[in-house]
């Protein structure tokens, strides 16, 4: 039981680069989030997902998409990688019968 | 959700008790309180959560007072490996909440 994994750990991308970050929870939760959390900050929501095939958008979802694969997983996706994109990103995946989340181990992205 | 009120840092002694205290004095009957807690460069952990009863668990106890418009959470025995930041959150159970993470307390866990 690995609970919440993402992939890749580190990043390095140039202005303007893609990736797509990756996400798998095998706890059968409904829903899943991505976070990113800036030096020194609060974590803020970018996008989530109630259940399989749905996807809202949270406090900063701005040059961000996100696909629900399947159950398992959550992948995010930055068209055109940005400096201001600089941050650490966590999956979470969420029991929505007590409202717990439970995160990943992040994934720290920097873009020159 | 309730905003929440928390003091910026704290610190405590190893092997004491550590209390961290939060305000929701906003806080609606359908809003429970949950703990998490983030050790540095790690993902957040959740802790515990509860309602209106004091609630226990294998990391830590939680007391919310009768007006529910505080609560603390008390690490009975504190250990180095405590020290993060714990961030008081109040929310309602229902399906995709997303949890809002204001700044939270710094906890240190002196030697």
């Known amino acids: 039981n690995a609970g919440v994994t993402q992939t890749p750990k580190f990043q390095v991308l140039k202005t303007g680069q893609s990736m797509t970050l990756q996400c798998a929870q095998d706890?059968?939760?409904?829903?899943m989030y991505w976070y990113r959390q800036d030096p020194g900050m609060g974590l803020r929501l970018i996008y989530y997902?109630?259940?399989?095939?749905?996807?809202d958008k949270g406090e900063v979802p701005n040059g961000y998409n996100v696909s629900r694969l399947n159950k398992r997983e959550f992948s995010l996706r930055l068209e055109s990688a940005a400096p201001s994109q600089t941050s650490v990103y966590f999956c979470?995946?969420?029991?929505?019968?007590?409202?717990?989340?439970?995160f990943g181990p992040g994934t720290r992205l920097t873009v020159l | 959700d309730a905003k929440t009120t928390q003091p910026p840092s704290m610190d405590c002694a190893e092997g004491r008790a550590a209390n961290l205290p939060c305000n929701h004095s906003?806080?609606?009957?359908?809003?429970?309180v949950y703990w998490y807690r983030q050790i540095h460069s790690q993902g957040p952990q959740y802790i515990i959560h509860?309602?209106?009863n004091n609630e226990t668990n294998e990391m830590a106890s939680l007391i919310i007072t009768e007006d529910r418009k505080s609560s603390t959470l008390i690490l009975p025995h504190a250990t180095l490996r405590d020290t993060a930041v714990y961030y008081c959150?109040?929310?309602?159970?229902?399906?995709?909440?997303?949890?809002?993470f204001g700044s939270g307390t710094q906890l240190t866990v002196l030697p």
């Open positions: 959150i109040v929310s309602r159970v229902g399906s995709a909440r997303q949890l809002t």
């Open positions: 997902s109630a259940s399989e095939g749905t996807t």
């Open positions: 906003t806080i609606s009957g359908n809003e429970y």
């Open positions: 509860g309602l209106k």
């Open positions: 979470a995946s969420g029991d929505t019968s007590t409202d717990t989340q439970y």
């Open positions: 706890m059968n939760h409904n829903s």
